[in-house]
């Protein structure tokens, strides 16, 4: 699997992660929900997705787009177990999200920087 597979999955699982917080849900929606969400957590998950896409599908690279979105989500993991249900007083934030992130970034900083970017490799 390649660099450019996994920064498209991500990119388009977190695009429709962001539009489903969008929508009234039990998963993610309201404070009474799994994951708590509002417009600025949403646009945050479509945001990085697209820059996965972008990552993925321009000059700037897959792996790149990986480490970068893997080190923002470590960033935003942090704050959330440091500042609670807001994330810099406007991205809502619960016990579920924090842990969501950490796991995000995981898989997004162990492809970034374990996996080899087999676009910029030679072909065997």
Do not use: C, Q
């Amino acid at each position: 699997m390649s660099t450019k597979v996994v920064a498209s999955v991500i990119g388009v699982v977190l695009i429709i992660t962001g539009v489903i917080g969008f929508i009234p849900n039990p998963i993610a929606y309201s404070e009474n929900a799994i994951f708590t969400v509002n417009a600025a957590h949403n646009v945050v998950h479509i945001v990085s997705g697209l820059f996965l896409l972008a990552g993925a599908y321009t000059g700037l690279g897959s792996l790149m787009a990986l480490r970068v979105v893997g080190i923002l989500y470590v960033v935003v993991a942090v704050l959330g177990f440091v500042s609670g249900d807001m994330i810099l007083g406007f991205i809502s934030n619960n016990g579920g999200d924090n842990w969501l992130h950490v796991v995000l970034a995981l898989v997004l900083l162990a492809a970034g920087f374990g996996m080899a970017d087999r676009e910029m490799s030679p072909a065997m």
